[in-house]
C-alpha cells in the first residue's frame, strides 16, 4: 500500500518542492498537468503515475528563462563528421526538446508524491506545508493500492491494423485477419507500440513501400517495432540501435519471441551498424534527427530510402533543411500534428 499526496505547485519553486517531498521520505515524484488531473481525475480516483511521462505526448510550456539560439547551423554531408556534438538549433521554431539543466512545467503544474509503507500523512503534509509555506489543509491524501505499475497500460494495448496487412499484437492475443503479418509485441519499458501516431506513420510506410529483401536500419529502435516489422514484411536484414539500454533488451526479446532473430540484429554502438543500407527508418525528435543527417547518409546506399518521424508539423521545413545536402525528403504523412517524412539519398 502506498499513500500519495499532490498539491498543485502555484508559485512554489519545483526544485524547491521535489527537495522538500525528497526529505520527507517520497519514494516516487510526479509532475503532471493539473489541467489533466482535473479532467482525468476529477474525483480523485488514481493517478496516471507517468513517472517518465513521454515529452511526446504532448507540448509542455517554459518556465525560466528561455533558451537563447543560435544561429541557423545545419549538418553538412560529411560522412565522418560527428553530428552528435553540434546539435543545431533553428531560430523562430519552438524547441520541444529539454536543453541540457533546463526543466518545464505547464501553466498549472500539481505534483504528486508517493510514499511507501505505513506513514504519518498528516505528519508529513504539515511538514511539507512548513518547508513550502503552504496551508497544510490544500494537501491533498489518499491512498494507493499496490500494483505492477510498468505493466498496467498493456490493458490498453490491442492488436491495431497498419496499411492493408500488417498488425502488431500484444503477445497474448492473437489475429486471425486473413493475409495478416503479425508482429507479437511486448514493449517492457521501451518506447514503441505503434499507438503512437509517428511510429503509426512508419509502419504504414513499411506496409506500402518495403521491397522484400531489404538491408534495413531501425535507428532509435526503442521496442524493436519498426525492425520487426521490417523482417516480418520480408527484409533480409535488420539492424537495430538504441541510445537506451533498455530498447535494446525489448528488441531482442521481441525478435526472439518472433523467431526473426537471424534477421534482427541489435547493436549495441552505431559503429557496428553496416553500410549501403536500402533503408533507414529513424523516429526520434527533430533535433537528434536534424544531427544525425549525417550519419545517415553515410549508413545508406545511393538511391536508399530514408524514412522519419517523431517531428511535428512546424518542425517540417527545418527538418528537410537538415537533410537537402543529401537527400530529397517530402511529407508522405501526417497524424494528430505528427508528420513523417521520406525521401532518396542522392
Ligand atoms: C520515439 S522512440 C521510437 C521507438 C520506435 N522506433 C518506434 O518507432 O516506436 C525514439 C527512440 O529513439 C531513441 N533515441 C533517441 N535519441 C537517439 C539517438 N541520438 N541515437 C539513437 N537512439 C536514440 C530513444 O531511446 C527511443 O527509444
Known sequence: MYLELSFDLGAVDSQAAEGACWACGASALTFVDARDDAVNHPTKSGPTCEANSSPLDKTPYFVG?????????????????????????????????????????????????LFAGECDAPAIARALGAALGLDPMSIEVRAVADRVWEREWLEHFHAMRFGHRLWICPRHERVSAPGAVVVALDPGLAFGTGDHPSTALCLTWLDAHLAVGARVIDYGCGSGVLALAAAKLGAGEVHCFDIDPQALCAARENAAANGVTR????????????????????????????????????????????????????????????????????????????????????
Open 65 to 113: 528563462t528561455p533558451v537563447n539560439h543560435p544561429t541557423k547551423s545545419g549538418p553538412t554531408c560529411e560522412a565522418n563528421s560527428s553530428p552528435l556534438d553540434k546539435t543545431p538549433y533553428f531560430v523562430g521554431t519552438p524547441v520541444l526538446e529539454p536543453a541540457p539543466g533546463e526543466f518545464r512545467l505547464w501553466p498549472r503544474t500539481r505534483l504528486r508524491c
Open 263 to 346: 534477421e534482427v540484429q541489435v547493436h549495441e554502438h552505431a559503429g557496428t551498424l553496416p553500410p549501403a543500407a536500402d533503408v533507414v527508418l529513424a523516429n526520434i525528435l527533430s533535433g537528434p534527427l536534424c544531427a544525425l543527417a549525417p550519419r545517415f547518409a553515410s549508413l545508406l546506399r545511393p538511391g536508399g530510402e530514408i524514412v522519419l518521424a517523431g517531428l511535428m508539423q512546424h518542425e517540417v521545413e527545418d527538418v528537410t533543411g537538415a537533410y537537402a545536402p543529401c537527400f530529397d525528403v517530402a511529407p508522405f504523412g501526417e497524424s494528430d500534428g505528427w508528420v513523417g517524412l521520406a525521401g532518396r539519398r542522392h
